[in-house]
């Protein structure tokens, strides 16, 4: 079974923000909302100081308390990928599983419903990746699937260091930050 998942390059990231604009306008984010978001952390002390420029967006965990704490069933797991995904019209929006995410990655969209990245199943479905790696002027993202040893997330992940979110939540995150 395919786990679709993302690996990001933090040593190729400029922080253009061109991920999150594509993210919107394919998927018609209303103004003031993101599902995609650009983050900077500064490591060590000066003068040996790093910065690192992260993109983010929901997980896709592999443990999901989005999911499990979901009254209606709206909150799952895709059969293809295992992409977590929300149906709006069988969500009640309760906020539940806004507040369950340590990632802070829903919101609860203006038309009622709790929405998220959706890893842009509906063109990786078509064989397209997600719009954010599709628009990455630096190459920086890559998307694919990680049960498969010859993918080139698997290879990324083989051969450089990686580090994941928020290690201790405990929810098996399916993005990986290259350092
Ligand atoms: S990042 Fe948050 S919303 Fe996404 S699958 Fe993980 S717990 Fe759920
Ligand atoms: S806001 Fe919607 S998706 Fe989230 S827990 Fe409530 S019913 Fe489920």
Same mark, same amino acid.
């Not at 060590?44 to 979901?70: A, L, W, Y």
């Given at each position: 079974?395919?786990?679709?998942?993302? !690996? +990001?390059?933090? $040593?190729?990231?400029?922080?253009? %923000? &061109?991920? !999150? #604009?594509?993210?919107?306008t394919?998927?018609?984010? =209303?103004?003031?909302?993101?599902? @995609?978001? #650009?983050?900077?952390?500064?490591?060590?002390?000066?003068?040996d100081? %790093?910065?690192?420029?992260?993109?983010?967006?929901?997980?896709h965990?592999?443990?999901?308390?989005?999911?499990?704490?979901? =009254?209606?069933?709206? *909150?799952?797991?895709h @059969?293809v990928?295992g992409? !977590? /995904?929300?149906?709006?019209?069988?969500?009640?929006?309760?906020?539940?599983c +806004?507040?369950?995410?340590?990632? @802070?990655a829903?919101f609860?969209?203006?038309?009622?419903?709790? @929405?998220?990245?959706?890893?842009c #199943?509906?063109?990786?479905?078509?064989?397209?990746?997600p719009?954010?790696?599709e628009?990455?002027?630096?190459?920086?993202?890559?998307?694919g699937?990680l049960?498969?040893?010859? *993918?080139?997330? *698997?290879? /990324?992940?083989?051969? $450089?260091?990686?580090?994941?979110? /928020?290690? &201790?939540?405990?929810?098996? =995150?399916?993005?990986?930050?290259?350092?």
């Amino acid at each position: 079974m395919p786990r679709f998942g993302m !690996v +990001i390059d933090t $040593r190729k990231c400029v922080g253009c %923000q &061109d991920c !999150v #604009i594509a993210c919107k306008t394919e998927n018609n984010i =209303p103004e003031g909302y993101n599902r @995609d978001w #650009i983050i900077t952390e500064s490591h060590g002390k000066f003068p040996d100081i %790093q910065m690192e420029i992260r993109t983010e967006r929901c997980n896709h965990c592999s443990e999901t308390p989005c999911v499990s704490c979901c =009254p209606t069933g709206a *909150s799952h797991i895709h @059969d293809v990928g295992g992409v !977590v /995904l929300v149906t709006h019209d069988v969500c009640i929006g309760c906020k539940a599983c +806004i507040e369950a995410c340590p990632y @802070d990655a829903r919101f609860a969209h203006p038309d009622g419903y709790a @929405d998220k990245c959706t890893f842009c #199943i509906h063109r990786v479905e078509k064989g397209e990746n997600p719009a954010c790696v599709e628009v990455c002027p630096t190459y920086c993202m890559y998307f694919g699937d990680l049960e498969d040893p010859n *993918s080139e997330v *698997s290879k /990324l992940l083989k051969s $450089r260091k990686w580090h994941v979110n /928020l290690t &201790d939540a405990g929810t098996q =995150p399916n993005i990986f930050y290259l350092v």
